[in-house]
T-cell receptor
Framework: SAVISQKPSRDICQRGTSLTIQCQVDSQVTMMFWYRQQPGQSLTLIATANQGSEATYESGFVIDKFPISRPNLTFSTLTVSNLSPEDSSIYLC????????????FGEGSWLTVV | AQKITQTQPGMFVQEKEAVTLDCTYDTSDPSYGLFWYKQPSSGEMIFLIYQGSYDQQNATEGRYSLNFQKARKSANLVISASQLGDSAMYFCAMRPLIQGAQKLVFGQGTRLTINP
């Protein structure tokens, strides 16, 4: 199974600032995904990050607010920009690899609180 | 479009009892995968079990089994001999089994509480 590590696990940020979340996979994967989970809600896909190309964003999410980098096949970052209290959520990275078959694994999540 | 429905916002079960968490789905894809994840209060999403739409047998992983009824479009999770540590949110999810399509669609989740 793929092991996915996220940093930071938690952070408290001031409104108007930005937070960058890192995601590291222990094997090479084609696609990595970033999800947001607002308090008491289910997971919503923000974007799909492919290595060597721009991320593909879901409806309601824009690159200016959620820039994503994917410099290689094992790493990605998500930045949440110009933070507001509404951005307080858990942000989760996910990926699957060939060795895991069709299974999709998640990182531990990054809890963001905006004050 | 795909849709997952979990109709039980909360479930309360006595320790050591079996529990069934409901999940129904809707999709037009001919081939798809169904997943269950556990999310404890720490926030991590823990993969529990996977069922492919063309799998002949229901998936099992230890105390977890998936009751897959394709005609009814249901994929219920059964936890046998529940333990206090099973208390968590449980999410059902699905994705099409098309190369390059790994995006998961999630249900709203069920909060399971195991009582001692």
């Amino acid at each position: 199974s793929a092991v996915i590590s996220q940093k930071p696990s938690r952070d408290i940020c001031q409104r108007g600032t930005s937070l960058t979340i890192q995601c590291q996979v222990d094997s090479q994967v084609t696609m990595m995904f970033w999800y947001r989970q607002q308090p008491g809600q289910s997971l919503t896909l923000i974007a799909t990050a492919n290595q060597g190309s721009e991320a593909t964003y879901e409806s309601g999410f824009v690159i200016d607010k959620f820039p994503i980098s994917r410099p290689n096949l094992t790493f990605s970052t998500l930045t949440v920009s110009n933070l507001s209290p509404e951005d307080s959520s858990i942000y989760l990275c996910s990926a699957g690899d060939r060795s895991s078959g069709n299974t999709i694994y998640f990182g531990e999540g990054s809890w963001l609180t905006v004050v | 479009a795909q849709k997952i429905t979990q109709t039980q916002p909360g479930m309360f079960v006595q320790e050591k009892e079996a529990v069934t968490l409901d999940c129904t789905y809707d999709t037009s894809d001919p081939s798809y995968g169904l997943f269950w994840y556990k999310q404890p209060s720490s926030g991590e999403m823990i993969f529990l079990i996977y069922q492919g739409s063309y799998d002949q047998q229901n998936a099992t992983e230890g105390r977890y089994s998936l009751n897959f009824q394709k005609a009814r479009k249901s994929a219920n999770l059964v936890i046998s001999a529940s333990q206090l540590g099973d208390s968590a949110m449980y999410f059902c999810a699905m994705r099409p089994l098309i190369q390059g399509a790994q995006k998961l669609v999630f249900g709203q989740g069920t909060r399971l509480t195991i009582n001692p």
